[in-house]
């Protein structure tokens, strides 16, 4: 048990809000990977909420949706039922970027008009009993949407604070990635991003979820909860970096752009792919080394 744990925390390492500098280098939140990696191994049908709006465009940005991507490809290699859900912003680059893994994940598209009356059956018809958005928009104090540096976001942007209210009432198990406090789940540390992230009190989003990992970027989340589920099953689950290459590049011609540049460029985050391909090689190295070693 001792040698799975450490490994857990130096996956968290390579992915920890350390290597960035928004200001959440100092959060404290014990054991988040590991949790919702085992609350997910029990799990059956899990819905993936995903997709940013990057402000000032019609676009959604390249992080979140590769992250939910790489994880709905490890649950589904483990026989779980997953769902993705996003807005008109992310649809069609998540929906093509499914291709390089063969993906079979429905990519639901979701509008405010809709949302309220959708929710119930949504959660009801598929047995959902795992709820985790990557690098999702959360609603701010103010009842508004924005940006890291608090530009506010479209009205059209859906509000799938609504979602993860409801599956919280329903007692449904809740979990979140983000990387700079304007995201759904980071309600969970709002005290501290209020405290220490540049306009954080404007921004900080105030839905919480059960469990909370917060990393450099979004995506890295959803590979490093791939990479734990691989340490569970000892089966090799998470992608390797050439695919992380290409579903960038699928996702960029199909209309995203870094949220950071807002440029249709081979990066996330303001990083070049080549970082983010070195996060999933560290990760799979250290997957190999505890399957082999087991």
Known sequence: MTKILDCFKQIEEIVSPKHTTRGLDQVNLNNQLYLITEALMKSKSIC?????????????????????????NALNQL??????????????????????????????????QDLESWIHPFLKENNIDHLIAI??????????????????????????DQLFNVASQQGI?????????????????????????????KIVAQTETDFLLVTGVSNWGGHAISGGLSLM???MLLYDEMIEKQILAIMVAAGAIDGCTKAAELSVDG????????VVKKIRTLIEAYIFAS
């Open 233 to 235: 099953s000892k089966k």
């Open 48 to 72: 993936i909420v995903s997709g940013f709006q990057v402000a000032g465009t019609d676009k959604g940005e390249t992080d979140g949706p590769i992250g939910a991507l790489s994880l709905a």
């Open 173 to 201: 198990i809740t979990s979140a990635i983000g990387d700079g406090g304007n995201e759904i789940g980071m309600g969970k540390i709002k005290e501290y991003i209020s405290k220490h992230v540049p306009q954080g009190v």
């Open 79 to 112: 026989g779980k039922n997953t769902w993705i859900v996003t807005d008109y912003f992310s649809k069609n680059m998540m929906e093509a970027a499914k291709k390089p893994i063969h993906l079979s994940t429905e990519v639901i598209e979701q509008n405010n």
């Open 135 to 160: 690098e999702r928009p959360g609603l701010s104090q103010d009842g508004h949407y924005y940006s890291m540096n608090g530009v506010s976001l479209h009205p059209d942007v859906c509000r799938f």
């Open 271 to 278: 990083l070049p792919v080549q970082e983010h391909m070195t």
